[in-house]
């Protein structure tokens, strides 16, 4: 039995204010699907069965280049966070794992894996961290990790990712992501292709390290630290590392790491097509790699990618089970609400790809019927799905207004009273 850190009766009483307008809102919404032929309850627990892991570092206070604005109640370490990460998953009912970054959460395993039991919690890919030094390593990152032109520098990078794997499979982990801050920032400064071979050489050694039943998700981002060239740049390079290492490593598609407008969705396709879509890194931008909450932006654009993970879902496509994770940074927001809200929007992108109606699309697609297969998209897109997926956290035992309900509790208050406000903390942004 988990340890609430909100009483169950404020959920409880919260969720009695609203129980009847959601039993109105529901059936409302039950009858108008049911007239376009689709079952109001098995979309509800399709989306009840749908979950995304929680970043560790989310739950703290973000920051830019400027500078960074602590909130009140700051989680002070890792136990802290996963205190924060339980509230989250208690409201939402959408997230039942959180996904750990080294050095940055380093503790004893057992303890962890003690907290998360008594939490409700398990926890899912591990991230590595080659892109700082952490104190009293050796030797610096300053100038790249796997990539390095030093070989004792990549090799203390592989054994990192190595140890990474190790505490990972203590708490029960089945996958590793690499993120690397490796690149340039002048033309001539570096050799484009020897730092990739040297990158592919470190990577293979990681992969060596892999257990069987685990996964490699390299990360793709075309700019940060590195301003002229990063060495994985794109989804093409990306594609090359996966295929080049292995059937267990697959690309990881994290939202603000393109170039703006670019067609993330088709990308999103092509991954699929070839069998290496290792999962996603959820967020939204405007710019850049703004780390913004999950459809706060773009909420169409999370739509689309959603439109073709649920067309490969119904397509049956062989070993297809996409990692969920959130990567952001709260800078203006408690990061309990942010990361709330963004559980929502997640799985309110997949209800409306769920109620798209595939045949009909399909149809309008072999007739070239432009205006009609547009239209069957926005036609579930413009369906407040709201109702489904309050209904689903309420049959599971969360709120039927999260954030409504997190206030109530005064849970930031009640931990900002024990928590002394700290102005360094393990923000980050990948
Ligand atoms: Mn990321």
Known sequence: MAEFKIAQHIIAEENAKRAAALKADYDALGANLGRRGVDIDAITTKVAAFF?????????????????????????????????????????QATPTVSLHIPWDKADAGELRAKGDALGLSFDAMNSNTFSDAPGQKRSYKYGSLSHTDAATRQQ???????????????????????????SNFPGQSNFT?????????????YKGLPDDWRLFSEHKMYEPAFYSTVVQD???NYLIAQTL???????????????????EMIVAR????????????????????DLDAGAIEPYRLFLVFNELVDAEYRGVKGFHPAHMIDQSHNVTDPIESLINSANEI??????????DREALSGHQNENDALMAAETL???????????LAEARRRAGGAIDPVAAYRASGYRKKVSAERPASVAGGGGII
């Open 347 to 356: 799985r309110r992108a997949y209800a409306q790809a769920l109620i798209v």
């Open 52 to 92: 995304v892991a929680v970043p560790s570092w989310g739950v703290g206070t973000g920051g830019t280049r400027f500078a960074r604005f602590p909130g009140t109640g700051e989680p002070r370490g890792i136990f802290d966070k996963l205190d924060d990460c339980a509230v989250i998953h208690q409201l939402t």
């Open 235 to 237: 989804w093409g390079t």
């Open 194 to 206: 020897k730092a990739f071979e040297r990158y592919l050489a470190a990577m293979a050694e990681i």
């Open 157 to 183: 990078a592989i054994e990192h990712n190595l140890e990474c794997i190790e505490i990972g499979k203590a708490l029960g982990s089945k996958a590793l992501t690499v993120w690397i801050g490796d690149g």
């Open 378 to 388: 926005k036609r579930a897109y413009r369906t407040d799905v709201e109702p489904i």
């Open 271 to 290: 991954l699929i097509q070839f069998g290496k879509l290792g999962g996603f890194h959820f967020n939204d931008s405007k710019y850049g790699d703004d």
């Open 246 to 264: 292995g059937p267990k490593a697959q690309c990881l598609v994290d939202l603000g790491h393109h170039a703006p407008n670019t067609n993330i």
